[in-house]
């Protein structure tokens, strides 16, 4: 069974080129239509097209004058591409067409209409990179000429423009890619415009005329207010403010003063490729926070949600329940950083604290244990002992292995196949560059289990979870006290040992090292719903839940222990709230599905199992729906599908499906199985009722001491 342990929200690498018609708009009807039918022609006649659409590499995003291709095979396709269409496009002079590329993350989604879509940051990049340019034009992020700089072929015909200023204020970095035969060589109209925008060069005290008139140097001292405001401020300057008056801004008393979301900072160098950094040092800024007892500190996965949006502070409070937020930028420029960071009181958005930290790269530590300082001091939260540190800092201060461990966790937040092998190169490259490197040590460790256990099987999974344990180990004889470290062994006893009473002595060092994280807390409601402790179960996973109040696993496994209690009604409301949060995320469509089956909704159940995302989860979802109808061969049917196709990754939920069919003999042979393939699916032995109905037979209480759990006493309503 899929990993119980990864993020939602599914994302790959995407090489985008996003196209579209300059004046489409301007056009009659019937104009409009021929422009965008022989754009569609052109495009699909490039080589480039036809290849990466034969081999399943090539995803599509129409839009009103144009549309996105977005390539999963090479980072050169959507130039090569861009190129055939420039090409091709010199035989219809009347048709005027821009293009930007840009790779990034991108994610397959369903729209309102439950239409496939496309979205994510390589799209938003790409559109933006595009706006950048006139007609004839092919730009690139500087990302992707980065890229394509190692390319002998390329490196004549990439011209630096430098930046852009795009959507809410941000500035990305520009080239132009044109030769001989395709391209276009001027240097776009906003590109022009902001450079005769620019204020004069100060002329010698000789050679000036006149004094400049008053409202001359007043307009140039405001526009540089302005730019040094949004580089200082960025995302306060941007974000709307509540501006109530001070004596409604009083929180409500239910939340603690002693709260605050950390919000992503905004990468302000102008290259688009140095998000992972910005991001990783917001993360790194929460787990500083979250060892800080007595602080209530906001969850990534909750804070991160508010990435690029412009929510005023008072409604972002009022979401994550936190009376404080920190907010900030950071620009990366060569082996310098600026960090700026703002503490605001949330309800009216007033400004607390803030600082500027102009440091060496290498000081970026240092500045993250001096923003914690000032957050509990601003907070009045007494420290005990010395300030609190990254755990992110080398052993060696090799900046070069920081850098590598922050792109490893980038690929890793993905939650692809493909992305998590890439952390673990990356990850493997940190300790390379610093054998010490606990942290590093710590993070390959849950990276190696994640393949071992998600996308793996066999020989291959047992490998992958052997790297796992050697890395934990060697995290932890590194740093006795990394809370990562004790969490990553913790989640490798759990799943494939099996072994819950050691995992929960992991997960328990894990969240006195880290008492504000919700990441421990959320590790010992899960295990807790693998022994059958649902009350401590729902405790705990409520208690995470106030530290990350928008995570869509934590609602997951909130339906989980609801379900196994027999509160149906409340484990649909957890549901439904978590396909509010993300309409896209596995699993929460299945157990809609199960909680259909359980009150004997034949429809609905079928109606929930469609909606689920193609794949395991939907598969197993299908074949509980099936045997709720009245055709007992479909039900046969959608069985042996399932069993066909998910024999290895899902023995635990073909056991779930014999249950139903009241086969218990068929069921005890695949929880057999299961135990043998230290299936994690075991995890929901006491929580599934179609297998507790069976909790009365001898065999079901032989399985739960091979699994060292007690069977439980009270019965959960049967289907």
Request: proline share 5%.
């Amino acid at each position: 069974m899929p990993t119980e342990h990864s993020p939602e929200m599914k994302f790959d690498i995407g090489h985008v080129l996003f196209i579209d018609i300059v004046g489409y708009s301007k056009g009659l009807i019937n104009e409009q239509s021929e422009s965008l039918q022989k754009l569609k022609e052109i495009v699909r006649g490039t080589e480039q097209f036809r290849v990466a659409e034969a081999e399943d590499k090539l995803l599509r995003l129409p839009t009103g004058d144009g549309g996105a291709l977005v390539f999963r095979n090479s980072p050169e396709a959507p130039v090569f591409c861009a190129m055939e269409i420039a090409k091709a496009l010199q035989s219809h002079p009347g048709l005027r067409v821009r293009m930007g590329i840009h790779s990034g993350p991108v994610n397959e989604i369903s729209d309102l209409n439950e239409q496939a879509n496309i979205a994510g940051a390589g799209i938003n990049i790409a559109q933006r990179v595009m706006d950048c340019g006139d007609a004839g034009h092919i730009l690139l992020s500087r990302h992707v000429a980065e890229d394509l700089e190692h390319y002998p072929r390329w490196q004549a015909h990439l011209h630096e423009l430098g930046e852009c200023e795009v959507k809410h204020g941000q500035r990305i970095s520009v080239v132009n890619l044109y030769n001989d035969e395709v391209g276009n060589p001027a240097v776009p109209e906003k590109f022009r415009k902001a450079e005769s925008a620019a204020p004069p060069p100060p002329q010698s005290t000789a050679t000036r005329s006149a004094k400049p008139s008053l409202n001359l140097v007043l307009g140039i001292v405001s526009l540089a207010a302005l730019v040094i405001l949004a580089v200082l401020f960025g995302p306060r300057f941007f974000r709307s403010r509540n501006q109530a008056a001070v004596t409604n801004s009083t929180q409500s008393n239910d939340i603690s003063n002693k709260s605050i979301a950390v919000l992503p900072l905004v990468n302000t160098s102008g290259d688009p490729g140095n998000d992972y950094f910005s991001d990783g040092l917001s993360e790194e800024l929460i787990a500083v926070l979250a060892k800080i007892p007595g602080l209530k500190i906001i969850g990534r996965s909750s804070s991160f949600l508010f990435k690029g949006k412009s929510d005023d502070s008072r409604t972002i409070g009022e979401k994550l329940g936190v009376t404080n937020l920190l907010e900030g930028s950071v620009r990366k420029q060569g082996e310098r950083v600026r960090i700026v960071a703002e503490l605001i009181n949330a309800a009216d958005g007033r400004e607390l604290w803030s600082d500027t930290y102009d440091r060496e790269l290498k000081d970026v530590f240092a500045v993250q244990s001096e923003i914690a300082v000032a957050v509990t001091d601003q907070l009045k939260i007494k420290l005990l002992g010395a300030p609190v540190k990254s755990d992110a800092a080398p052993s060696n201060d090799n900046l070069a292995a920081y850098n590598a461990l922050q792109q490893g966790t980038f690929y890793f937040r993905l939650s692809t196949e493909e992305g998590t092998r890439k952390a673990t190169k990356f990850y493997g490259e940190a300790i390379r560059l610093d054998p010490n490197y606990a942290l590093a040590h710590a993070n390959l460790s849950s990276a190696w289990r994640q393949l071992g256990a998600t996308w793996l099987g066999g020989a291959e999974a047992n490998e992958a979870y052997a790297k796992a344990r050697n890395a934990a180990q060697t995290a932890l004889s590194l740093a006795p006290n990394l809370a990562a470290a004790h969490e990553a062994l913790g989640f490798l006893l759990l799943t494939p040992d099996l072994d819950f009473a050691a995992a929960e002595t992991e997960f328990r060092k894990a969240g006195k090292l880290a008492p504000a994280d919700a990441g421990p807390k959320s590790a010992l409601g899960f295990l807790f719903i693998a022994q059958g402790r649902l009350a401590e179960a729902e405790n705990m996973t409520r208690q995470t839940l106030a530290l990350d109040p928008l995570g869509v696993t934590r609602y997951l496994n909130l339906a989980r222990i609801l379900i196994g209690d027999g509160r149906y009604d409340e484990a649909e409301a957890a549901l439904r709230k978590a396909i509010e949060l993300q309409p896209a995320a596995a699993r929460l469509h299945a157990y809609l599905t199960t909680i259909d089956v359980l009150r004997g909704n034949a429809a609905a159940a079928l109606q929930d199992a469609q909606l689920e995302p193609k794949g395991f989860w939907q598969d197993y979802a299908l074949a509980l729906a099936q045997q709720a109808q009245n055709d007992g061969a479909t039900a046969d049917a959608a069985l042996q599908r399932l069993i066909h196709e998910d024999a290895v990754s899902g023995p635990f939920q073909i056991a779930a499906v014999y249950g139903l069919r009241k086969e218990p003999d068929k069921m005890f042979e695949w929880l057999e199985r299961a135990y043998t393939g230290h299936d994690s699916g075991l995890t929901q032995l006491l929580v599934t009722p179609f297998i507790l109905n069976y909790r009365d037979d001898p065999r079901f209480a032989a399985f739960c001491q091979k699994l060292k759990v007690q069977v439980p006493s009270s019965r959960v309503p049967k289907p």
